[in-house]
């Protein structure tokens, strides 16, 4: 098992800046990746960014530029750095964490941690 403690999140204006935290605890030896996925109100739940554990980075390509994944192993912890944000960011954002053990693979999600930009 593994738990996840999100933070990090609030309000901000377009053109901020934010960074939201993930901390891992419990079964982390098995941890492959990491990574950030929002969902909008009405909308399907969509990835983010993603980390492996070697610290190989894949972004949706429509945030390129603006956010930055990053994992300090050491801490356990993957951050999402959010820059030149705008109203369509607003979002929950939810942490997500891959175990793998032998052949099986799990997902386990944080609690989310609400983005909103105002205008």
């Known amino acids: 098992q593994v738990q996840l403690v999100e933070s990090g999140g609030g309000l901000v204006q377009a053109g901020g800046s934010l960074r939201l935290s993930c901390l891992a605890s419990?079964?982390?030896?098995?941890?492959?990746?990491m990574g950030w996925y929002r969902q909008a109100p009405g909308k399907q739940r969509e990835l983010v960014a993603v980390?492996?554990?070697?610290?190989?980075?894949n972004y949706t390509d429509s945030l390129k530029g603006r956010f930055t994944i990053s994992r300090d192993n050491a801490k356990n912890t993957v951050y999402l750095q959010m820059n030149s944000l705008k109203p369509e960011d607003t979002a929950v954002y939810y942490c997500?964490?891959?175990?793998?053990?032998?052949?099986?693979?799990?997902?386990?999600w944080g609690q989310g941690t609400q983005v909103t930009v105002s205008p």
């Open positions: 980390i492996t554990s070697s610290g190989r980075a």
């Open positions: 419990g079964s982390i030896f098995s941890i492959t990746s």
């Open positions: 997500n964490v891959r175990t793998i053990l032998v052949t099986i693979l799990t997902d386990y």
